[in-house]
């Protein structure tokens, strides 16, 4: 599975961007999908996950409100809206698929990786 991530940028601080994960090369509907991010200097965290039919999420706490993660079967893609953006969101973001939700969130990382946008908020 080849993950394609978008719709990274510069935005000040209580702003929104929407990030975007095109995937192909497999059946996007096999696979939970998730969204983790790596600031500077510090290690990889899980952010967010949806399950295969988008019936299912889990958050970290300190998105938990403002973000809001998505899937469109149809179009292959996985959506990430983050709202009122705070500096601490400075960060790579990294879509990724794996084949269990909680392998995502119980930090054992996932199974494919695309490349990460670049999310910059300024204070």
């Known amino acids: 599975v080849q993950l394609q991530a978008s719709g990274g940028g510069l935005v000040q601080a209580g702003g929104s961007l929407r990030l975007s994960c095109a995937a192909s090369?497999?059946?996007?509907?096999?696979?939970?999908m998730g969204w983790f991010r790596q600031a500077p200097g510090k290690e990889r965290e899980f952010v967010v996950g949806?399950?295969?039919?988008?019936?299912?999420?889990s958050y970290v706490d300190s998105v938990k409100g403002r973000f809001t993660i998505s899937r469109d079967n149809t179009r292959n893609t996985v959506y990430l809206q983050m709202n009122s953006l705070k500096s601490e969101d400075t960060a790579v973001y990294h879509c990724a698929a794996a084949r269990s939700l909680t392998q995502m969130s119980g930090g054992l990382g996932a199974d494919y990786w695309g490349q990460g946008t670049l999310v910059t908020v300024s204070s």
């Open positions: 949806i399950s295969r039919g988008g019936g299912s999420t």
């Open positions: 090369g497999g059946t996007f509907s096999m696979y939970n």
